[in-house]
């Protein structure tokens, strides 16, 4: 399947539900990518949003198509996100950071009204935790400490490094693990235990946070919804 194909798919389903007047947040990741241009197509022909990226490439691509964009802090309220993810099961939750700017979008999702996740046909998986590792994004001073209570959990920790060889640093200056489970834990339990170690600062699972699933399909209809 032409993965491609169905990422803009997605993409351009999620855009069609963008009206004038909005407020957007805009994930990162390549699928968005295709919604950010398509939304600049739109913005082109007449279409008024203020758009909140979450991530300095996201922020970029959108000014370089014209889309309007707002600080956080000027919006209360964004009406919808649209994001990707790397992983999403049947209840919608999903694993998210592959790209490393799970921090932002986490905190522009938990500020809009709805979010759309787009994804193609390689996103769905029966259960999370399985196969994609789970990012979790780690104050540098804290790196030992967490690493061990990370171990501690039963997790193998891998510190995310660039292509170089040196540690991968987000747009807020942290770094990020990469977690893998031989029995992975229940994700509600697992995003609890997390949320309780000094020094880790977010997690990618998105547990409740998905109002609507776009999945870009090859053949037949475009995409699927759930
Ligand atoms: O890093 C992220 O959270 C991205 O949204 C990621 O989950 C999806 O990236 P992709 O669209 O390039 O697969």
């Known amino acids: 399947?032409?993965?491609?194909?169905?990422?803009?798919?997605?993409?351009?389903?999620?855009?069609?539900?963008?009206?004038?007047?909005?407020?957007?947040?805009?994930?990162?990741?390549?699928?968005?990518?295709?919604?950010?241009?398509?939304?600049?197509?739109?913005?082109?022909?007449?279409?008024?949003?203020?758009?909140?990226?979450?991530?300095?490439?996201?922020?970029?691509?959108?000014?370089?198509?014209?889309?309007?964009?707002?600080?956080?802090?000027?919006?209360?309220?964004?009406?919808?996100?649209?994001?990707?993810?790397d992983e999403c099961d049947p209840r919608l939750d999903l694993i998210k950071g592959g790209g490393g700017a799970l921090l932002h979008e986490k905190i522009v999702a938990s500020a809009s009204r709805r979010l759309v996740i787009i994804v193609d046909s390689r996103k769905p998986v029966p259960r999370l935790l399985h196969a994609f590792p789970l990012p979790v994004e780690v104050i540098p001073l804290a790196i030992g400490v967490v690493s061990f209570r990370l171990r501690a959990l039963g997790a193998g920790v891998t510190l995310r490094r660039l292509p170089d060889g040196t540690p991968f640093v987000t747009d807020e200056g942290n770094r990020i693990l990469d977690l893998t489970f031989v029995e992975p834990p229940e994700p509600t339990e697992l995003a609890r235990s997390l949320e309780a170690i000094p020094g880790l600062v977010e997690h990618g699972l998105f547990l409740g946070m998905t109002s609507t699933l776009v999945i870009g399909r090859n053949s037949g209809a475009d995409v699927e919804i759930r």
């Open 1 to 85: 399947p032409d993965f491609e194909k169905e990422k803009e798919r997605a993409a351009l389903h999620a855009v069609g539900m963008v009206s004038d007047g909005m407020w957007v947040g805009l994930g990162s990741g390549s699928t968005i990518a295709y919604a950010v241009r398509a939304l600049g197509e739109r913005v082109a022909c007449g279409l008024d949003i203020q758009a909140v990226p979450t991530s300095r490439k996201t922020r970029e691509l959108a000014a370089s198509v014209g889309i309007p964009l707002r600080d956080l802090p000027d919006a209360t309220h964004l009406d919808l996100t649209i994001d990707g993810a």
